[in-house]
């Protein structure tokens, strides 16, 4: 009798994480039978017809896929090195050095991301036009990079702050000088975080859209901009595809992150 | 100055604040010299600035003749020994032990054998693929100190480097550490601000107030001499009675108080007082005795009166708390006197120190 009793309050608390995971795991589904139906139109529940027909054409030599991907990964690629090449110093000397305005100069690196994207890169693209970087790899990693330098310094500038200034000042005492007791000390200890941030920075280049329409198309394709073509061409086969293909980096690097990003280091961000 | 490590005049500002004002110390090669006084005295910032990671604004500093005030921390043959021990997390034992070696290019063979001699006195022989954190804390101290004699530093400087282990590892390790010290004859500097571990560690112990040395001196110096009445109760001397002095010739005269009797006593080292003054002495120093019995001489000893409030029991000698009207001294005693007692203290004069009231 009490034990009925308990089971029918579980029914409300079951039915919302039902939903709930309908809510998340409903759209995903969507996607995957989409990338798997060769035939499938209303008023039909489910695909008609399976088949990996598209899979092959979107990987074939003529399809675009391939390209875009190849050019996708480039650009992250290039984009991490400048961000993070560009964070690591910036980073300690936000985290080390008594800098003046410290707090006005991680709040300027969000200032791309205040306002309207689309007046920013319409006049980047304007900008670009006129120094011949429209259309150029190295003008889309550019505009990636204002994008991911936040993620990068701000994540680098907590990371180097979660290290205890006396572990530097233990290796000096050692007779290191102060680049040795950086290479040795700080940056192995700051490891995880930057690459943490570069992970972030790696993410936001593959799933960059604005920007690159801007400033890269119709020259330069990545996949968002493929799956935009193919998703209003009414291609959602391809479109399925190609977001699938963009989904598998960000579930593996969210995990990478979860292992790497500490809580002492996250706690840090923005101070 | 004959000595190794010389400061003189050494002064060190954090922006407004002064925190040191003047240092003068001279230290002599081999001595361990502990640097003694409360939080906030400036003991573990003269640290700092021996080690180069403080400029100071004034004085100089050398080793051995060698002007060092403006060299960086690496240039200065020291190995500081930090409170926190501050091991990098990502190194294994040796290789925190032989960090200093591999910055000195020591070849490898050597350096192997180097560590292991470290670990072979420091305990530490089966630890050495361990990271510091699978260490317990008395380990991570040992480790800290075997990274800082791995380099035979010139001058080793230890930061509070006790005061994160349990009260009974403190105990050893305090003896290991000056045995260890005497024995690879290293000139150190001990920062601490327990006075016991000062007195136990140290050839001669700096106690210091408020950015400036207040005395200098071996333990007994300091312990049984304090030369000012900051001294006197850093070093334990924590009872003050107010007193009326006169100073005449080699004797002090104490006047007749409401709490206590006329006295004469020696004035032996103590500096020429007369008027008003304070008397401190440490709980332990005296002799108590019931008022009835028969009265306690004031020859040579300051003698009060006053009543027992409170009785305990620490261990060793029975603990009072005793009211001299407003006056709340604590005094030790082999024997136990009932709470509400009247009671006369007499304090013999080499236990008795009295400093100008002002």
């Known amino acids: 009798m009490n034990a009925t009793m308990i089971d029918l309050k579980w029914i409300p608390r079951a039915l919302g994480l039902g939903l709930l995971a309908f809510a998340i795991f409903g759209p995903l589904t969507n996607l995957v039978l989409w990338a798997v139906a060769e035939k499938w139109y209303f008023p039909h529940a489910l695909p008609l017809q399976y088949g990996f027909s598209y899979w092959v054409s979107v990987f ?22 400048f961000s993070i090449g560009l964070a690591i110093p910036a980073g300690y000397a936000l985290a080390r050095l008594k800098l003046p305005f410290r707090g006005a100069i991680l709040l300027v690196l969000l200032i791309p991301q205040a306002f309207p994207n689309l007046p920013v890169y319409v006049n980047i693209a304007r900008l670009f036009y006129q120094i011949g970087l429209n259309g150029t790899v190295v003008g889309v990693v550019l505009v990636h990079v204002t994008h991911g330098l936040v993620y990068a310094v701000w994540i680098a500038t907590a990371a180097f ?4 200034r006396e572990l530097e000042e233990a290796a000096r005492s050692m007779g290191a000088s102060a680049l040795r007791t950086f290479r ?29 329409y801007f400033v890269g198309a119709p020259d330069i394709s990545t996949l968002p901009l493929l799956l935009y073509t193919a998703g209003s061409g009414g291609n959602y086969q391809i479109a399925s595809i190609t977001a699938l293909i963009l989904l598998l980096p960000s579930i593996g690097f969210m995990l990478v992150i979860e292992r790497f990003l500490r809580a002492d280091v996250l706690s840090k961000v923005g101070r | 100055m004959d000595g190794y490590l010389d400061i003189s005049q050494t002064r060190v500002r954090y922006g407004d604040a002064e925190i040191l004002k003047g240092i003068d110390l001279s230290v002599r090669k081999g001595e361990f010299v502990a640097l003694l006084g409360a939080s906030g005295c400036g003991k573990t910032t003269l640290l700092r600035t021996i080690a180069g990671f403080n400029t100071p604004t004034h004085g100089r500093i050398s080793i051995g003749g060698r002007d060092v005030t403006r060299q960086p921390p690496d240039k200065r043959g020291m190995a500081l020994v930090f409170q926190s021990y501050a091991l990098w997390p990502h190194m294994t034992v040796d290789q925190n032990i ?45 480790v800290a100190l075997g990274r800082a004699l791995a380099i035979s530093p010139d001058i080793l400087l230890l930061d509070e480097p006790l005061s994160n282990l349990d009260a009974r590892i403190r105990l050893t390790v305090r003896h290991e550490i000056s045995a ?6 290293i000139t150190a500097v001990h920062v601490t601000h327990d006075r016991e571990e000062a007195m136990v560690m140290a050839d001669r112990i700096v106690i210091m107030n408020g950015g400036e040395i207040a005395q200098t001196g071996t333990p007994q110096q300091v312990y049984n001499q304090p030369n000012s009445d900051f001294v006197a109760a850093f070093m334990g001397a924590e009872n003050v009675v107010e007193i009326e002095v006169n100073a005449v010739w080699n004797s002090l005269e104490i006047g007749e108080g409401p709490h206590n ?42 003698v009060l009166h006053g009543t027992v409030v409170q009785v305990s029991y620490p261990g060793g000698l029975w603990r009072h708390v005793v009211h001299l009207g407003e006056v709340s001294l604590i005094v030790d005693s082999q ?3 009932d709470e509400g007692a009247a009671v006369e203290i007499a304090v013999p004069e080499a236990a008795l120190y009295i400093f100008p009231r002002h």
């Open chain 1, 161 to 164: 702050s979660a290290i205890d």
């Open chain 2, 335 to 337: 024997t136990r006197f």
């Open chain 2, 180 to 185: 260890l010290q005497r024995r690879l004859g």
């Open chain 1, 184 to 212: 040795d000390v700080t940056l192995p200890i700051a490891a995880p975080g930057l690459l943490a941030s570069a992970v972030f920075v790696f993410l936001e280049s593959l799933d960059e859209f604005t920007g690159t």
């Open chain 1, 60 to 81: 074939s030599p003529r399809g675009n896929a391939t390209t875009s991907l190849t050019m996708s990964v480039i650009i992250a690629c290039l984009t991490v090195v």
């Open chain 2, 98 to 142: 032989g960090y200093g070696l591999k910055l000195r290019r020591v070849d490898p063979a050597t350096a192997r054998q180097r560590v292991d001699e470290m670990k072979g006195l420091l305990g530490l022989q089966m630890l050495g693929q361990r990271k510091p954190a699978e260490l317990s804390g008395g380990q991570r101290q040992r």
């Open chain 2, 261 to 302: 009797r006329a006295a004469l006593i020696n004035r032996g080292e103590r500096p020429i007082v007369s008027g008003k003054a304070i008397a401190r002495f440490r709980s332990e120093a005296v002799e108590m005795k019931s008022a009835g019995e028969p009265a306690l001489s004031g020859r040579n000893a300051l």
